[in-house]
C-alpha cells in the first residue's frame, strides 16, 4: 500500500509524494522524481534469515522448550460482559484451583526451559483470564510459585482494573509484576463499564497508576476502533480523569479492533472510516501529538515529530512530517 502525500506551501503551491513504506521510498509524483531520504535516514543493508518455514505432514513444525513469552491462563470467567470480547462465546466453567499450583509447576520445568539461565532470564511470563483477579485465591499461589521458580522472568497480568484493592497492590509490589489496564479512554462506554466511573474503584486506580506507573510498571491499554480513533484523545481522557498531566500516561495499544461477531462488527471500521483512521493516526505520530505509544512489543511514535530540511526541497517553506511510520516503527 502507497501513500500519496499532498504538500502545500506558500502562496498556494501544492505538491504531491507518493511513499512507498515497504522499500522506505519517496518520489514525486508528477516527475517520478525521488525524494533525498537517503540523506536524512541511512540506509542499512542487512542479510535477514528467513522469517517463516514451511511445515506439512512430512516436515512438522516441532516443538521447542525455548519460550521466549508465556502466557498463563487461569480460565476465562470475568466480572464485566466486554461487547466485542473474544472470549465471551467460549465455555466459562474450565478454570484452574489452588491445589493445581504444584502439580503445575512439575509439569511445566518438563517442557519450559526458563529463558537463558533456567531461572526466567529473557523470557515474559503473563497472566490472563477472562478476568485474572477473579481468580485472586487461584492466582496469589500460582504467581508467587512462578516467582520463586523464575526470579528473573518478566511477570505481567492483562486486567480490567475493577478488583484492585490495596492487598492486591502489595501483592504486585513485592513480585514485581506489571499491569495491563485495559480501557477504551473516551469510548469506553462502547466496550462495557467503566471503572473510573465508579468513586471507590477510581480511588484504587489512582493508588496503582500513583505507584506503578512512574517506574514503568503500568500502562493504560486501549483497542482502536469505529469510535476511538485518536490516541492523542485517550491520553488526554486518562490524564483528566487520574488528575495526571499527559505526559506521565503511559499508553499502549492493541491496534485496531478485529471483530469476533456480530458485537464487535458494529465497532469495526467500516467505508470511509478506514481513510479517517489512517490519516487520523498516521498524522498524530507524525507530529507528536500522540506521543510514544506502546503496542505490546514495539514503539509506535516518538516524542518528536520527524522532518525533512527545507533547504533541501527548494524553496517552498514547508516542513515534511509524514515520513514516520516506514522509518520509525
Not at 535477514?48 to 516441532?62: D, V
Not at 498516521?282 to 515529530?305: C, D, I, K, Y
Request: one cysteine or more; proline letters at 7%; aromatic letters at 10%.
Amino acid at each position: 500500500m502507497k501513500f500519496t502525500l499532498t504538500l502545500s506551501g506558500q502562496r498556494g503551491f501544492q505538491r504531491q509524494a507518493i511513499y512507498d513504506p515497504e522499500d522506505s521510498s519517496l518520489i514525486w509524483a508528477d516527475s517520478g522524481e525521488p525524494l533525498p531520504l537517503p540523506q536524512t535516514f541511512s540506509r542499512q543493508e542487512l542479510d535477514w534469515e528467513p522469517f517463516w518455514h514451511l511445515h506439512h505432514p512430512s516436515n512438522p513444525a516441532g516443538k521447542s522448550r525455548d519460550i521466549k513469552h508465556l502466557k498463563l491462563q487461569l480460565g476465562l470467567k470475568c466480572n464485566y460482559t466486554c461487547q466485542y470480547c473474544s472470549q465471551a462465546h467460549q465455555p466459562h466453567d474450565l478454570d484452574g484451583h489452588p491445589e493445581d499450583v504444584q502439580p503445575f509447576m512439575e509439569q511445566l520445568q518438563g517442557w519450559f526451559a526458563g529463558g537463558s539461565d533456567g531461572l526466567g532470564s529473557g523470557v515474559k511470563i503473563e497472566f490472563w483470564g477472562g478476568e485474572p483477579f477473579v481468580y485472586w485465591k487461584l492466582l496469589r499461589p500460582l504467581g508467587e510459585a512462578v516467582k520463586a521458580r523464575y526470579p528473573h522472568a518478566q511477570l505481567s497480568i492483562v486486567t480490567n482494573g475493577s478488583l484492585f484493592d490495596d492487598e492486591k497492590l502489595a501483592w504486585v509490589e513485592a513480585l514485581d509484576i506489571g499491569i495491563g489496564l485495559s480501557h477504551d479512554g473516551p469510548a469506553q462506554s462502547f466496550r462495557g463499564p467503566d471503572p473510573l466511573d465508579d468513586p471507590e474503584r477510581l480511588t484504587h486506580i489512582k493508588r496503582w497508576v500513583s505507584r506503578r506507573m512512574p517506574i514503568d510498571r503500568m500502562s493504560f491499554n486501549t483497542v482502536l476502533h469505529r469510535h476511538n480513533q485518536s490516541l492523542k484523545a485517550v491520553r488526554k481522557f486518562f490524564a483528566e480523569k487520574l488528575d495526571l498531566p499527559v505526559q506521565a500516561v503511559v499508553l499502549a495499544t492493541e491496534e485496531v479492533m478485529l471483530p469476533y461477531d456480530s458485537s464487535g462488527q458494529v465497532l469495526s471500521l467500516q467505508g470511509a472510516d478506514h481513510v479517517h483512521y489512517l490519516h487520523q493516526l498516521f498524522w498524530e505520530l507524525a507530529t507528536g501529538s500522540a506521543m510514544a505509544v506502546g503496542n505490546r512489543g514495539r514503539q509506535l511514535g516518538r516524542s518528536h515529530p520527524a522532518c525533512v530540511d527545507p533547504s533541501r526541497s527548494g524553496a517552498m517553506g514547508w516542513r515534511f512530517e509524514l515520513l514516520v511510520l516506514g522509518t520509525c516503527l
